[in-house]
Structure formats: structure tokens, C-alpha cells
């Protein structure tokens, strides 16, 4: 049992190996695209990025405005039923 532990140990210790060998290659490369799409575009790919507005973060973070929704109108859209093709027809 003692082995068997010791192999899966070894096991993982080698994925997190070449999961962190292929994540630096990856990032390695997005560098290098990113270097050639601003070159490409004629800018200067070591130059500092631009420091974003007030409005543009808010615009990341998705802090908007909020709608102030009454907690009766929340509540009966919570109520209201699935649309069902294969319902019963009242008789009138």
C-alpha cells in the first residue's frame, strides 16, 4: 500500500511538471503574438500598456448601474410557469 502511495505521489509530482512546463510555453507564445500583432499594427510592443479610465473599469468589472426592482415584481417572475407545447386546452 506504501508503494502504491509513493507511485501516485511521483505520478502527480510528474503531471504538475508538465502541466507548469506547458503553461510557461503557453504564455511564452501568447507573449510572442502579442509582440508581433503590435508590431504588426505598428506600435511598440515593449511600450507600457495604457492606464484605463474610471469609465473602462467600470465597464471590466460590470459594476453598472443597478435597477432598483420592487421585491413584489422579483417574486412573481420566480412564479411564473415554463411555456409547455404539450398542455391541455381548457373547455370552455
Known amino acids: 500500500m506504501a508503494e502504491l502511495i509513493v507511485r501516485m505521489e511521483r505520478t502527480v509530482a510528474h503531471f504538475n511538471e508538465e502541466v507548469n512546463s506547458l503553461l510557461k510555453t503557453l504564455h511564452s507564445r501568447t507573449r510572442n503574438q502579442y509582440g508581433l500583432l503590435a508590431s504588426m499594427r505598428g506600435e ?18 460590470g459594476d453598472g448601474p443597478k435597477k432598483d ?6 417574486t412573481e417572475e420566480k412564479t411564473k410557469k415554463k411555456f409547455s407545447f404539450f398542455k391541455r386546452k381548457k373547455k370552455k
Do not use: C, G, I, W
Not at 511598440?44 to 468589472?61: G, M, Q
Not at 426592482?69 to 422579483?74: A, L, R, Y
Open 69 to 74: 426592482v420592487p421585491e413584489k415584481e422579483v
Open 44 to 61: 511598440d510592443p515593449n511600450a507600457e500598456p495604457v492606464e484605463l479610465s474610471e469609465f473602462e473599469k467600470k465597464l471590466s468589472t
